[in-house]
């Protein structure tokens, strides 16, 4: 009897998403808990050990084609058990719950962000989710959702059984942590040819990341701080398009770091290297970019939008997601400073020390239990 964690977008490293599931299962592995990893297509993939040394699942089909896979077995497609030989519990990460007979299901719920933002997403995206997601939600025995706010987009827009829906935060890893040691930071501030002061922004380029209101700030600023530079940082997500026709407009691009998708082992690093982080996003399900700016000490501006709140809580500054004019204000005031950002800074580590991967992988094995009883005996206390 074994559970199968759903570890594909973290062999095709699709940021938010793989982190999310990679970190889970590090932590749950951490307690013993027998795992097996299911990967939809194991080429190309980027798995490192432990997790690359798991017992592996895998449907051997690139990623559309999975999805539809997925989707045909709810209307009488072939019986997927062959694939999944022995699972008890498939826990679904990424927004995607095939039908097993025979295992008990949990799904975790990042977001509905297609829904509050239907212009934001792909259409074919849209229409698969519209048609599937609700399936996929009624059919697990337990929902997990990031956040209180996800919770409760999860009960409105789907009228699920509150009794089976809970809030397991996100953790963020010990190895985001401040390093005051420069030589732990020069190599990445060389390779992305960082300037010696900039503000940063960690994550995928897409349009409810609301890049826009950062550009408008930090044109506001230049005239105060003509030496700080912007560093974008993340890889093209979907209708990308318009940032950069923005951009262009601008007149900042000589100003503008484009890192493109950074590797995680170059996170920590890079925020470390940054005097201020900014994330605009008008919705995340969670957000875990900030969280892991507080916990390397760098002082944090952030969205007063969706989930944001529950993470930064007062230990960053929250705003208007739409006010440029208040984005420069508050970034200028800790780049001239000193003893506000240090303020910032403790209070953010301070603030990130309470949400650990450990805490989130308890919580997870109890929801475990209740999805699958008979799993009790085999899961760790």
Same mark, same amino acid.
């Given at each position: 009897?074994?559970?199968?964690?759903?570890?594909?977008?973290?062999?095709?490293?699709?940021? $938010?998403?793989?982190?999310?599931?990679?970190?889970?299962?590090?932590?749950?592995?951490?307690?013993?808990?027998?795992?097996?990893?299911?990967?939809?297509?194991?080429?190309?993939?980027? =798995?490192?050990?432990?997790?690359?040394?798991?017992?592996?699942?895998?449907?051997?089909?690139?990623?559309?084609?999975?999805?539809?896979?997925?989707?045909?077995?709810?209307?009488?497609?072939?019986?997927?058990?062959?694939?999944?030989?022995?699972?008890?519990?498939?826990?679904?990460?990424?927004?995607? !719950?095939?039908?097993?007979?025979?295992?008990?299901?949990?799904?975790?719920?990042?977001?509905?962000?297609?829904?509050?933002?239907?212009?934001?997403?792909? =259409?074919?995206?849209?229409?698969?989710?519209?048609?599937?997601?609700?399936?996929? =939600?009624?059919?697990?025995?337990?929902?997990?959702?990031?956040?209180?706010?996800?919770?409760?987009?999860?009960?409105?827009?789907?009228?699920?059984? *509150?009794?089976?829906?809970?809030?397991?935060?996100?953790?963020?890893?010990?190895?985001?942590?401040?390093?005051?040691?420069?030589?732990?930071?020069?190599?990445?501030?060389?390779?992305?040819? =960082?300037?010696?002061?900039?503000?940063?922004?960690?994550?995928?380029?897409?349009?409810?990341?609301?890049?826009?209101?950062?550009?408008?700030?930090?044109?506001?600023?230049?005239?105060?701080? *003509?030496?700080?530079?912007?560093?974008?940082?993340?890889?093209? $997500? +979907?209708?990308?398009?318009?940032?950069?026709?923005?951009?262009?407009?601008?007149?900042?691009?000589?100003?503008?770091?484009?890192?493109?998708?950074?590797?995680?082992?170059? !996170?920590?690093?890079?925020?470390?290297?940054?005097?201020?982080?900014?994330?605009?996003?008008?919705?995340?399900?969670?957000?875990?970019?900030?969280?892991?700016?507080?916990?390397?000490?760098?002082?944090?501006?952030?969205?007063?939008? &969706?989930?944001?709140?529950?993470?930064?809580?007062?230990?960053?500054?929250?705003?208007?997601?739409?006010?440029?004019? &208040?984005?420069?204000?508050?970034?200028?005031?800790?780049?001239?400073?000193?003893? +506000?950002?240090?303020?910032?800074?403790?209070?953010?580590?301070?603030?990130?020390?309470?949400?650990?991967?450990?805490?989130? &992988?308890?919580?997870?094995?109890?929801?475990?239990?209740?999805? &699958?009883?008979?799993?009790?005996?085999?899961?760790?206390?």
């Amino acid at each position: 009897m074994t559970v199968c964690l759903d570890l594909s977008a973290a062999a095709h490293e699709r940021a $938010g998403l793989g982190r999310y599931a990679a970190s889970l299962a590090q932590a749950l592995l951490a307690l013993g808990t027998p795992l097996t990893a299911f990967v939809n297509d194991p080429r190309e993939s980027r =798995l490192r050990p432990p997790l690359s040394d798991l017992p592996r699942r895998t449907a051997g089909l690139p990623r559309k084609r999975w999805r539809l896979r997925a989707a045909w077995s709810y209307f009488g497609g072939p019986d997927l058990r062959r694939v999944f030989p022995g699972i008890s519990l498939f826990h679904a990460t990424e927004h995607l !719950l095939p039908v097993i007979p025979g295992a008990a299901g949990v799904f975790t719920l990042h977001d509905a962000a297609y829904l509050r933002f239907p212009e934001h997403h792909l =259409l074919q995206n849209r229409l698969y989710l519209t048609l599937m997601m609700p399936r996929f =939600l009624r059919r697990a025995e337990r929902v997990i959702c990031v956040s209180e706010f996800t919770r409760q987009d999860a009960l409105r827009y789907y009228r699920l059984d *509150p009794a089976r829906v809970r809030v397991v935060l996100e953790g963020v890893e010990p190895r985001f942590q401040p390093l005051p040691d420069p030589a732990a930071t020069e190599a990445v501030r060389a390779r992305y040819h =960082l300037p010696a002061r900039f503000i940063l922004y960690v994550g995928t380029l897409e349009p409810r990341k609301n890049l826009g209101t950062l550009l408008d700030a930090y044109a506001a600023l230049r005239a105060q701080f *003509p030496e700080v530079g912007l560093v974008i940082a993340g890889g093209k $997500g +979907w209708l990308y398009e318009a940032f950069f026709e923005r951009l262009r407009a601008s007149g900042l691009e000589p100003q503008v770091t484009l890192t493109g998708y950074v590797p995680e082992d170059d !996170l920590p690093a890079l925020i470390n290297c940054a005097e201020v982080f900014a994330y605009p996003s008008v919705f995340e399900g969670f957000g875990l970019p900030p969280l892991e700016a507080m916990a390397c000490g760098v002082p944090v501006v952030c969205s007063h939008a &969706a989930s944001l709140p529950e993470v930064v809580a007062e230990a960053g500054v929250l705003l208007p997601p739409a006010e440029p004019r &208040a984005w420069a204000e508050a970034l200028g005031r800790i780049l001239a400073d000193p003893a +506000w950002r240090a303020e910032l800074a403790a209070r953010g580590r301070a603030r990130a020390r309470t949400f650990t991967w450990e805490a989130a &992988a308890r919580q997870t094995l109890a929801i475990y239990r209740e999805a &699958a009883p008979a799993l009790a005996g085999v899961l760790p206390g």
